[in-house]
C-alpha cells in the first residue's frame, strides 16, 4: 500500500497540472484566472485546517462551504453573455486534455479507500466509473491532435456522460461527509477529502471539470467564437 505522504505528494502534483492546464485553456483574462484559483485553494486549505469540516455534524452541512461557491461562480458565468463570451473563448483541446486528471485522482481515492479513510463507493471497486472519463480524454486528445477535428456527435455525447459520471462521484462523496444526510462512512469513521490537501478535489478538481464540460458543451452546441472555432480539436 502506498504511504500518506506518496499519494498526498501525488495528489498535490494532479491539482497542479489541472490548475496549470485550466489557466492553460483561458485565453482572457489569464491573470484573473490564477488569482481566482490560487485564492480559491489557499483558503480551502486554511478553513480545513482551522478543523471547521471536521466538526460535529450540521445543517446546512460544513461541507458545502467547499463545493457550492465555484458552482454559483458556474452559474453566473452562465447567466450573463460575458460569462458565456469567456467560456466560449476557451481552448476546446486544453479542455479536453484537462479531463485526463482524472486518471490519477482515481488512483488517488482507490489509494485512500486502501487506507480506509473514504467509503469504497467512492471508488472504481464501488460506483465510481470516472476513471472511464480520464482514459476516454487520453484516447480523444490523441486523436484529435493525430486527425484533427472530432465527430461533433461523439463529443457532445462524451461530454454528457462525463458530467453525469462526476456527478454521481459528487453525490456519492456528499452522502459520505460527515452531516446528518450521510449514508457512506469509512472503516475508520474519517473522511480525508475533507483534509488537506485533499479538499482540493471537491472544492477545486471537481468544479474545473464540470467548467470544462460545461464550456465544451456551450461551444460543441454553437455558441462559439470564431477564433475557438477554428481551432477546434
Given at each position: 500500500?502506498?504511504?500518506?505522504?506518496?499519494?498526498?505528494?501525488?495528489?498535490?502534483?494532479?491539482?497542479?497540472?489541472?490548475?496549470?492546464?485550466?489557466?492553460?485553456?483561458?485565453?482572457?483574462?489569464?491573470?484573473?484566472?490564477?488569482?481566482?484559483?490560487?485564492?480559491?485553494?489557499?483558503?480551502?486549505?486554511?478553513?480545513?485546517?482551522?478543523?471547521?469540516y471536521a466538526?460535529?455534524?450540521?445543517?446546512?452541512?460544513?461541507?458545502?462551504?467547499?463545493?457550492?461557491?465555484?458552482?454559483?461562480?458556474?452559474?453566473?458565468?452562465?447567466?450573463v453573455r460575458?460569462?458565456?463570451?469567456?467560456?466560449?473563448?476557451?481552448?476546446?483541446?486544453?479542455?479536453?486534455?484537462?479531463?485526463?486528471?482524472?486518471?490519477?485522482?482515481?488512483?488517488?481515492?482507490?489509494?485512500?479507500?486502501?487506507?480506509?479513510?473514504?467509503?469504497?463507493?467512492?471508488?472504481?471497486?464501488?460506483?465510481?466509473?470516472?476513471?472511464?472519463?480520464?482514459?476516454?480524454?487520453?484516447?480523444?486528445?490523441?486523436?484529435?491532435?493525430?486527425?484533427?477535428?472530432?465527430?461533433?456527435?461523439?463529443?457532445?455525447?462524451?461530454?454528457?456522460?462525463?458530467?453525469?459520471?462526476?456527478?454521481?462521484?459528487?453525490?456519492?462523496?456528499?452522502?459520505?461527509?460527515?452531516?446528518?444526510?450521510?449514508?457512506?462512512?469509512?472503516?475508520?469513521?474519517?473522511?480525508?477529502?475533507?483534509?488537506?490537501?485533499?479538499?482540493?478535489?471537491?472544492?477545486?478538481?471537481?468544479?474545473?471539470?464540470?467548467?470544462?464540460?460545461?464550456?465544451?458543451?456551450?461551444?460543441?452546441?454553437?455558441?462559439?467564437?470564431?477564433?475557438?472555432?477554428?481551432?477546434?480539436?
Amino acid at each position: 500500500m502506498a504511504s500518506r505522504t506518496c499519494i498526498e505528494l501525488l495528489f498535490v502534483i494532479t491539482t497542479s497540472v489541472a490548475v496549470s492546464i485550466a489557466v492553460q485553456a483561458a485565453r482572457q483574462h489569464r491573470s484573473r484566472v490564477i488569482l481566482a484559483l490560487s485564492g480559491w485553494a489557499a483558503l480551502q486549505i486554511i478553513i480545513a485546517r482551522s478543523g471547521f469540516y471536521a466538526g460535529a455534524p450540521a445543517l446546512p452541512p460544513r461541507f458545502i462551504l467547499a463545493v457550492a461557491p465555484p458552482f454559483l461562480v458556474l452559474a453566473g458565468l452562465f447567466s450573463v453573455r460575458a460569462g458565456r463570451t469567456w467560456l466560449g473563448n476557451l481552448d476546446p483541446s486544453a479542455l479536453l486534455l484537462l479531463h485526463t486528471v482524472r486518471i490519477p485522482v482515481e488512483a488517488v481515492l482507490h489509494q485512500l479507500y486502501l487506507e480506509g479513510s473514504i467509503p469504497q463507493v467512492m471508488t472504481w471497486e464501488g460506483r465510481n466509473f470516472d476513471l472511464f472519463t480520464g482514459v476516454s480524454a487520453l484516447f480523444l486528445y490523441a486523436w484529435s491532435r493525430r486527425s484533427g477535428a472530432l465527430p461533433r456527435g461523439m463529443l457532445i455525447v462524451w461530454n454528457v456522460v462525463g458530467l453525469l459520471l462526476v456527478f454521481s462521484v459528487l453525490i456519492h462523496g456528499a452522502l459520505s461527509a460527515p452531516s446528518p444526510f450521510q449514508q457512506f462512512v469509512a472503516r475508520d469513521g474519517s473522511f480525508a477529502l475533507l483534509e488537506v490537501p485533499f479538499v482540493w478535489l471537491p472544492s477545486l478538481i471537481v468544479p474545473i471539470v464540470v467548467i470544462a464540460h460545461a464550456a465544451s458543451l456551450l461551444q460543441l452546441l454553437g455558441v462559439r467564437s470564431a477564433h475557438s472555432a477554428s481551432s477546434s480539436p
